[in-house]
């Protein structure tokens, strides 16, 4: 029998090792997208949140009051709403809601709300 030694097992076992690496390379990608967008939907649903309690808040104050005040705000765990109304003009009221979360993101929304029924009409989210 005659002795070849031509290199079969060391391209074979760098070619499997490639392989290897390929994949593991895009599962280790795959896992840090999902992780920054798991991140990023819980920013975006607290920030949902911020505003839904602040636009509750902002009703139960107008139900209470014939005038809600120019400015307030309030401090939630992660972050601060402060909020500024203008004068009513034509019975709608309109509220600016300033978000302010500790990570530095900065959110501004604007409502409408109706004078008689003293309830949201309308919101729109500014970033």
């Known amino acids: 029998m005659i ?3 031509n290199g ?3 391209p074979l076992t760098l070619c499997l090792l490639l392989v290897f690496l390929v994949f593991l390379t895009m599962q280790v ?3 840090l997208m999902e992780r920054k967008l798991a991140h990023e ?3 975006i649903q607290q920030e949902e949140y911020y505003f839904l ?3 509750k808040k902002v009703e139960a104050l107008y139900q209470t ?3 809600i005040p120019l400015k307030g705000g309030w401090t939630f765990s992660n972050g601060t709403m402060e909020y ?3 004068a009513p003009t034509g019975g709608v009221q309109k509220v600016t809601f300033n978000l302010v979360l500790n990570t530095g993101i900065a959110v501004t929304g604007r409502g409408s709300f109706d004078v008689v029924t003293k309830k949201l ?3 729109t989210e500014v970033k």
Do not use: C, G, M, P
């Open 29 to 31: 990608d795959q896992l």
């Open 65 to 67: 009051v014939e005038t």
């Open 41 to 43: 939907s819980a920013t």
């Open 3 to 5: 002795n070849r030694e």
């Open 84 to 86: 500024q109304a203008e």
């Open 8 to 10: 079969f097992t060391y």
């Open 53 to 55: 309690s602040s636009i």
């Open 121 to 123: 009409t309308k919101w």
